[in-house]
């Protein structure tokens, strides 16, 4: 029995970029095509099949310890984006403050599409959604620097419209104006789910 379920919601890629290897910032420069491979995407800051495990996953790994690498891409939704926009004061979020790597338009609610989802291209290219993209202070440094007195306010509006993190599962080119559909794991949720978050 098949474990994943192609669904109608589809999302058009509006902007796609890439971090470089050189750097302090998250900030990220803009491209017309990707080529995704197991690795992520070559010479782009966050491409490997390991990574040092940062405070995200400190419950689970000692800082710095080497795991595998579920972060090579941040996706985020154009949908979303404008309501930071719109709850920060600003006319627009630029993708590139948020060290966006794809900008995606058409799924609602996009931050929580179920982890282990799937997001593939007609060329077959297929990213597997890690998990929410939790807000950090990072984007706001890189606002700041654009729209001063801005900078601040991102990681309170950014909060449940952050996108996610992914990483490749099949190799494959993807350029602007793609069409990725959205596949979802075919079982029910954890029905325990509200008691184990409870817990301390």
């Not at 966006?100 to 997001?119: H, K, N, Q, W």
């Not at 080119?173 to 409870?198: C, E, N, Y």
């Amino acid at each position: 029995m098949p474990a994943l379920k192609p669904t109608n919601f589809q999302a058009r890629i509006v902007w796609m970029g890439t971090v470089p290897l050189e750097g302090q910032g998250i900030r990220s420069s803009a491209s017309g095509a990707l080529d995704l491979t197991f690795e992520g995407i070559p010479g782009e800051r966050h491409s490997g099949l390991t990574r040092p495990s940062c405070s995200r996953v400190l419950s689970q790994h000692p800082r710095h310890t080497p795991i595998a690498n579920a972060r090579q891409l941040s996706i985020v939704s154009r949908e979303e984006l404008d309501l930071i926009a719109r709850d920060m004061g600003l006319d627009d979020i630029r993708p590139e403050w948020v060290g966006a790597t794809l900008v995606l338009e058409g799924i609602p609610d996009f931050t929580y599409i179920p982890p282990s989802s799937r997001l593939q291209a007609e060329s077959g290219a297929t990213l597997v959604i890690d998990m929410e993209n939790r807000p950090c202070v990072l984007p706001g440094k890189e606002i700041e620097q654009d729209a001063p007195g801005f900078g601040a306010k991102f990681k309170a509006a950014a909060r449940n419209r952050r996108g996610v993190t992914a990483s490749v599962e099949r190799e494959g080119r993807i350029r602007m104006g793609d069409t990725l559909r959205l596949h979802i794991p075919d079982q029910r949720a954890w029905s325990h789910v509200l008691q184990a978050r409870s817990e301390s």
